[in-house]
């Protein structure tokens, strides 16, 4: 045995992978139900997906709050009962809001899921929205919000979304404490009534499911007043910021500066958005990636550096990202380009491209291991208009994407000019 | 029911299989039974520091990562007051490369000069994200030194100051090395899609010819009990003012850590606990407040941990939450509100279960903490609690002079 050579491996880029694919049912409404039956525990995931995101909304955080507000009362029972009912048989109820949808979430032991599915029925149609619930709501969200605006990060990760689609845009707005004094419990109540009670709802379902959930699931919400007409997403005007380059004081002691550099994207229909997911973990997308190597594991500027696309329906943006030391930031930057510039003059080496190749395939692998991910997938798929082809041409380049075609793009693409800059310390 | 099976090496190695042919994926973790408790008051930090370093390359092998990423595999590691545990996951085939990483760190590091003086910047990074450029950063460092006067919890994992770290020498990580990351402080577990006799042959390979190094005793100075309440007041800027509070409890196998695990679910685990319930909904004292424990494995504490709605004064917020903990001192706790944590407790095992990950950590735990078969056993210890226990526990545990106050306010007035 000779521990310098390593073992032989099987290269993860001959793996087969395959996408276990969905079962589809419609419910007696039209509501779609994509389900994976797979696992060995007797739990369920269940999520109502809703158009009923943030593009939507006419005024600031209405969307945000009407699904925050889902479990704080219905006509027949106050925010503590219904709490107390998923909380009695152990299970989770969440809900969070994005650009586009709005989704509730419940995991449960499959003995218990027919407890709860009326109840959920019971919040998207029947939801009141008290005064005395939006009123605390309010309160502690502008402290939590208070709070948050002491951190770098959580400043910087607002502006540069504000950069790069201007702050009109459901992507780039955020909030201030004076919108959360705006809203009133009418706004709250319309939003509801629109997006939710006479709304757009997709249903995703795994676990080791029981033979009559989809039953069930008929029972509770097959009869609802949803899915009577599509829903079209508003189009939004994406407004940049003209000024690429920005320094923040957000705390004169503050000892480091989050950095954010970003440049506009296209959708995940572009024919350059695979390659490009390639092309972005070479750069900055694992911890063996260049941007990790050098600032992190050359230089110790930073705790982790990463690099990514996105996630989002519309349009997406290539943003790096890191807190680094404070006097180190403008060095960090530099390194960052210096990488960009690598990139696109020297071809990635064959070693190089076929780590990452098998990174990419055995993360994957890894990711689509169990119920809960292969619909995860799934739903992100769907969501975004794609279908299995997305997938299996995803696997295809991974695999095949060669050195030529990624310096093409990171000539394309890794153009300092083209990137936003922002520290905020 | 979780199946493993158990073997020891020759060289003291204890090493778990869990066969799991459902997944494709096979994950090797291998937990060294050494955590921030065992570093020197003048060093802390040191066990987490070395946990980066870990990552230097080892005696045969320059690069950890790169060979594990080529086989399509993905790790990482995580230091606790406890224990440091490192765990990747691979393609099942490419499982031999994960021993012969693995090995091979256990075997020697390279103890690269570069590599500590790179890992003490990027961990000095990390104590600033994460405890001095956040607000209330500084909570639980301060906590810590307020609740233990003696037992080495006193510090985080992190360690106290930067100092500590920046002043690491290669001889200090040497000694460590040597001291702990031997096969006899150290558990394998390997799960996922692999067989028994695999391993065994594959341990036996790469693991076997180790040098068993000496086992570590620890012999931990033990917290006096505590006498009188302590309270530390804080200014900071910070935009509102924050309320903690902390009592002693069991250690993590006697019965009171379950009982302890029960009371944070009464008190605080979601929206229909009473600390929520009572402080953030009717009586509107609080922004948020939560109740946890950390799991310690000496004897650890509970927490009370909040902040106040701008304009209530300390003493209120404070005279509240004691009422709440008189209440569960005073009154049995209702059949229904038993079940109903019990059933959290039963759910929320199950749903950790699902990961191969988790599965295989837990099984290490359990190992260290002395028989991976508690793993099962850790239920029915949920279900043995009764009402009377919980009042007779919460009585025992938020004595005043058990309790540890700490009133952080803001300077923005």
Redesign the interface.
Known sequence: ?N??I?????D?VD?DLQLKPYTLHTLDNGIQVYAIDA?????TMIEWVFKAGNCFENKNIVAATTSFLL?NGTSSKT??A???HF??????LNRHCYNETASITL???NKHVHHLLPVVAEIVTDSVFPEEELA?YK??QK??L??N????DFIANRLIDEYLFGKQHPYGKYTSTLDYDAITQADIQQFFKTYYVNGFCTVFVAGKLASNLIEQLNHSFGQLPLNKQAIAFPQSLVLPTAEKKHRIIN?A????GAIRLARPFPNRHHPDFAKVQVLNNVFGG???SRLMSNI????????GIHAYLQNLIQASAWMVST???RDVCEATISEVYIEMERLRNEPISNDEL???R??M???L??HL??P?QIIARWKSYILNGLDEQYFYNSLQTIKTVDAQTLQELANRYLQPDDFYELVVV | MLHFNRFVLNNGLRVLVHEDP????AVINVMYDVGARDENPEQTGFAHLFEHLMFGGS???PDY???L??????NNAYTTNDLTNYYC???A??I??A??LES?RM?GLAFSKKSL??????????F??HY?????GDVWSKMRQLAYTTHPYKWMTIGKELSHIEKAQIQDVKNFFFKHYTPINAILVVAGNVTTPQVQQLAE?WFGPIPMGEKYVRNLPTEPEQKSPRLLEVKA????DAFVKTWHVASRLEKGYYITDLITEILG????SRLY?SL??EQ?LF??IDCYHFGSVDNGLIAIDG?L??GVRMADADAAVQKEIEKIQQTLISN?EL??VK??????I??E????MNRANSLAFYELLGDADLMNTELDKYHTITAEDIQAYAQQIFNPNNGNTLHYYSNNE
Not at chain 1, 298 to 303: E, F, P, R
Not at chain 2, 237 to 240: A, F, H, I, M, T
Not at chain 2, 343 to 348: I, M, Q, R, Y
């Open positions: 045995m521990r310098k390593s073992p032989n491996i099987v993860a793996f696992g060995a525990q007797e739990v479990k925010a503590f219904i709490n107390e909380e009695m048989y152990g299970a989770h995991h449960s032991l605390i309160q502690n402290q939590r208070e709070v605006l002491k951190k770098c705390d002691n503050g000892v480091q694992f911890f063996g992190r594991e050359d230089k110790g500027y930073t705790y807190e680094a030391g076929h780590l990452v098998n990174f395939m055995g993360s692998l890894g291991d169990g809960f | 459902s997944t494709p994926m005696v045969n092998i990562d790169e060979p990423q080529r086989a399509g595999g993905d996951s691979i393609p085939q490419n031999e490369t021993f012969w091979d075997l003086e790179v890992q003490r910047k990027v961990v000095c990074e990390e600033k994200e001095i450029n956040k607000p209330y390979k800027n910070v935009p509102v685990g979601g929206g229909s319930q953030v909904k509107q922004s948020n902040k709605v701008k229904t079940q109903k059933n959290k407790t039963e759910s929320s199950a749903f279960d699902m990961s191969v």
